[in-house]
């Protein structure tokens, strides 16, 4: 008789860099094996809906390139030579090179360098403890969230908004700077609801014609880095119209009244000419947000990744604002929930422990600090040691041929803990192999959400691989560092993580699998005021002073003007360079991960850059045809790709593939610059004057 063998399904969280942070079920098959991955049914934010490339995780899991066992270099730097070597000695030789460093240049010459390849508390802010334990340089996290972060507390003085989930209660859903339908794909669902049960209309604000504006009742389309105008004239509008709501602003605002002066002269003929969207459409855009109460801006990180992106957040969030949207369910703005989970991790961070006189090297300066710039060093020693965890700089930083000559060093001792073979394992000197989420136990909080999620254990590792935490340890045993997390299980990480910060057992989130920490109605609309000591929304920040960066050394801001505006200090065209380059992210990848699986590797096919086709008919350029973009940082050669959904003089390419995919392994952040943005720095990925050549001009 035929026995149906059924597969375990159980609980588990996305742990990759995306805000969904999804509730998943997974099909274990056996206790190596797993199948299906979906979506939790009964997770009011997932809601039974996942992306295409987790779906598919077991392509990724059971892939057959994963690393499997530590590495040591055996040919020169970047050779690819690699031969197998034990744990132990893997160990050895980086404990070995890391007490080297320290004695030679003192312990700040050890650089720990880490990011958001996973996002479970416990295996990617490890690291952070063993830093702080040895008095290695700090890290400034700057790549991602900086700009974005201070722009919206700025405003709100707090990262945090209106339930996300409410947007399904919206009259309007403005998505601003966030390809949704790509990146986060959960908010399309809530949005869709939105639409389907309250005629809700959905505003799209982006800088081409992307997935999730193909679906947009009203396409606002952009020049990149002109949010701030686009939003000004709105505010103008709803000023002009009496639409704003000045009950609501003269209790809850900081300077309405110098605000709705300031926007006498920003209006759309002013933007159009600013932002190349025309007057008619913004006017229109102005007119649902003022005719609908109930609107939910939902403002993504896309737009921060300019050289005035803090600025320009700052600028839509004040829509929300000037008519009163927080006052009702299903209005109000949105960007992160971060600012709700309050969680103690000095067990796992080490901040007890922590010397603040250590200095902190930016991450996005990567390049600078590695080819010893001094002042990307602070005056202190080089750094000739480094761990690397959960991140692929060699492809993912700015700034790359500098990055790349900072990796060529011969008195640099990379080790790179990964899963796969990437551009940074390729110029490291000790590889070690890395467990992924299904193998290792860990707990995340949703940026896009508002749950703490629980990803346990659920099959064993393949081959010799081993967790971020195991690594960490063993490392501490060998270089003499001391505190209690290391001492500790990853489960016990969790459990006195939990409970010192409020939420609970890990006995309780393993039986309840996520915690709903959303605050009531008034609190998550700042209906007893903003997180001001005055509970006023800011129009006029105090820029150098947002409350931010609890964390992170301040980089010297630059001025930037008082109230919104168009602040012109991106990188405009101009005759030599005369296009705009943005590098907004592909649906079948995840920054540089998921460009090792067959599906997302078929479905984004090759490395492109979008024109717009008479654009491309002036320059002669074929729909297919291999171009090169340059900049004085670099050259790429690339796919050219007509779309209409580009405006003239805007060129987009979708990221971000491996460099290898590309002629001469130069990869797509050749060109982006690692230039500090204000006021607290990060990276302008979306912000670059290129030009654009034939490759083989006829
Ligand atoms: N499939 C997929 N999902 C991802 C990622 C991925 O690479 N691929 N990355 C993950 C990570 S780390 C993050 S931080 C998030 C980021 O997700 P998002 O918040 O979506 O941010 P971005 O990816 O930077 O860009 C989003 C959109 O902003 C647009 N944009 C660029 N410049 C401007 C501008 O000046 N103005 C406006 N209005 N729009 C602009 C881009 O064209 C793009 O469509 O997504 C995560 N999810
Ligand atoms: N041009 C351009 N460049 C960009 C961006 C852009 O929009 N355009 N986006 C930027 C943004 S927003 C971000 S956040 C960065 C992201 O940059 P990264 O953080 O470097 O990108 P990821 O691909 O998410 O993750 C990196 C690596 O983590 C590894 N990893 C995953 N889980 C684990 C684990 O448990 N242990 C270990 N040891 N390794 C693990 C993966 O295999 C992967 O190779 O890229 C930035 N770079
Ligand atoms: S949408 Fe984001 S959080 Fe959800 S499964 Fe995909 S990558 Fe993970
Ligand atoms: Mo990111």
Redesign the pocket.
Known sequence: MNQVVRPKILASACPH???STCALEIEVLDKHTIGRVRGAQDNAYTAGVVCAKVARYAERVHHPDRVLHPLRRTGAKGSGQFARVSWDDALDIVAEQFIRAAQAHGSEAVWPYYY?GTMGHVMRDGIQRLRHAKKYSGFFSTI?VNSAWTGFIAGTGKLAGADPREMAKSDLVVI?????A???VNVMTHATRARKERGAKLVV????M?TTMQQADLPVL?R??T?GALACAVMHCLFRDDKADWDYLHRYTDAPRELAEHLLTRDPAWAARITGCPAETIEAFARLVGERKRAYFRL????S??RNGAFNMHAASCIAAVTGAWRYEGGGAFHNNSGVFHLDKSLIEGEDIRDPAIRMLDQSRIGAILTGDAEALQGGPPVTAMLIQNTNPVAVAPDQEVVKRGFARDDLFVCLHEQFMTDTAKVADVILPATMFVEHDDFYTAGGSQYILLGPKLVEPPGECRSNHEVICALAKRVGAEHPGFAMTARELIDRTLQKSGWGTLADIEASRWIDCQPDFATAHYLNGFAYPDGKFRFKPDWPNVPFNRWHRKVPSRPIPKLPDHWNVIEEAEAEHPFRL?T????G???STFTETPTSLSQEARPTVMINPEDAAALGVADGETVLLGNRRGKVQINAKLFDGVRRGVL?AES?WPNSAYADGRGINTLTGADSIAPFGGAAF?DNKVWLRRAEPR
Do not use: E, K, M
């Open positions: 860099d995306c805000p958001a991602c601003w700077g966030t390809n949704a790509n990146t986060q604000v982006d800088v081409y992307n952009i990149p880095g949010d993504g990180y896309g737009f990744r300019s943005a907004s992210p592909a649906r990848f995840l920054n987009i971000l979306h």
